[in-house]
């Protein structure tokens, strides 16, 4: 008889992986921009950020954290399974 394996050990999907990554860069981006802001409201330091940043930081952000996922992705798909 084969054991089963507990549900807890199934490999989630690709796109759940990278929904997750996405959601993960999307939020280190806005935590970023509020960083900017405690820096430049609270603290009041200068900043050299255009006003270009508040989109850019939470998109580049996302992009990184897909580029690891499907990374991350890859190296799954190419080691070996016990």
Do not use: Y
Not at 23 to 29: D, H, N, R, S, Y
Not at 59 to 71: D, I
């Amino acid at each position: 008889m084969k054991a089963e394996r507990p549900e807890a050990m199934e490999r989630e999907s690709p796109a759940a992986l990278l929904g997750v990554a996405a959601w993960c860069g999307l939020l280190a981006g806005f935590a970023e921009l509020l960083g900017h802001g405690i820096r430049w409201f609270v603290l009041q330091e200068f900043l050299f950020l255009g006003p270009d940043v508040i989109w850019t930081a939470p998109v580049v952000n996302a992009v990184l954290f897909l580029l690891l996922g499907l990374a991350l992705i890859a190296a799954a798909r190419l080691a070996p399974r016990r």
